[in-house]
């Protein structure tokens, strides 16, 4: 069984899809783009604040589902530009702890919707 998980804190979907799915103990978070849910203003001004918005749209993701960072155990990070690696961790480190982040691959791919620099999706499993 699955449960539909949306929160209005979090941008709305931007296609045929929910922000996440709770299935079992697993929570299943559709990637999240750098949309300020309030106003719908794309926040591209920086990398810094582009992968802060994303990061803040995933943790009201979780707390709807009742989960948060801790709950984490995989990332997947895309990005437009491989170049700006360091500055996104930099922002990363500030949600997840060094020694018990989760696992994460970043890729860099061609383009992302809404012509955004940064989309992160995770998995995160209720303890």
Do not use: H, W
Request: glycine share 6%.
């Amino acid at each position: 069984m699955k449960t539909i998980i949306n929160s209005k804190n979090a941008p709305a979907p931007v296609g045929p899809y929910n922000q996440a799915i709770l299935a079992g103990n697993t929570l299943y978070v559709s990637g999240q783009i750098a949309i300020e849910p309030t106003s719908g203003v794309i926040i591209t001004e920086s990398i810094e604040a582009e992968t802060k918005q994303v990061l803040e749209n995933l943790a009201a993701v979780l707390k709807e589902a009742g989960m948060g960072f801790e709950n984490i155990v995989k990332c997947s990070v895309f990005v437009t530009d491989m170049e700006l690696f360091a500055r996104i961790n930099v922002v990363y480190s500030q949600y997840f702890e060094g020694l018990t982040a989760p696992a994460r691959e970043l890729v860099q791919v061609a383009a992302l919707p809404k012509y955004v620099n940064i989309e992160i999706s995770c998995i995160a499993v209720m303890s």
